[in-house]
């Protein structure tokens, strides 16, 4: 059983470039989100999706866009990438209000 | 929205001592949920107790246990009988019941000294 997984789990940028991370989860989960992880400031909610088919804004949006391809599927754009989106990415899946479980992480860094 | 503050950034305790670490919390809803997750230096989020705002009960997780004071809004955790292991950094979380939010406090180190 896999859980989540997130591919890649390390990636290095040019600010301009754009990249996309990969986050599926085979819990049959209906909501998934998307965090970014920066020292001294927690876990941070990118955007989120409460079902297939529905995504919504969260804490930090700006900069990013994503996509919930299926059920299982929930990516996580960056079009142009900036130095200020270097952070640590963490995916999650859950159902109602039961805890959240967490892929590995994505450690991007951006030049 | 909700808010989560976790005052001590770090925090240190000798093997087979007691720690506890605070969390407050802000929030309008009645019911909600509040968790506390482990990272260790693996990254990882790993789940280390839940509480339902509801129950009056506080949880507890073999050497894991918290104390919730709903009206002042406060989610402490304690961790009995450190080890080695439980050397990560700590966070306080809440989740609506509204909208299945998470929001974060910022963390508190742990290390357990040998």
Known sequence: NAGVTQTPKFQVLKTGQS????CAQDMNHNSMYWYRQDPGMGLRLI???ASEGTTDKGEVPNGYNVSRLNKREF??????AAPSQTSVYFCASS????PQHFGDGTRLSIL | AQTVTQSQPEMSVQEAETVTLSCT???SE????LFWYKQPPSRQMILVIRQEAYKQQNATENRFSVNFQKAAKSFSLKI???????????FCASLSSNDYKLSFGAGTTVTVRA
């Open chain 1, 95 to 98: 159902v109602g209000n039961q």
């Open chain 1, 47 to 49: 955007y989120y999706s």
């Open chain 2, 25 to 27: 919390y802000d929030t």
């Open chain 2, 30 to 33: 009645n019911n909600y949920y």
């Open chain 1, 19 to 22: 990249m996309t991370l990969q």
């Open chain 2, 80 to 90: 009995s009988d450190s080890q080695l292991g439980d050397t990560a950094m700590y």
């Open chain 1, 75 to 80: 990516s996580l754009r960056l079009e142009s």
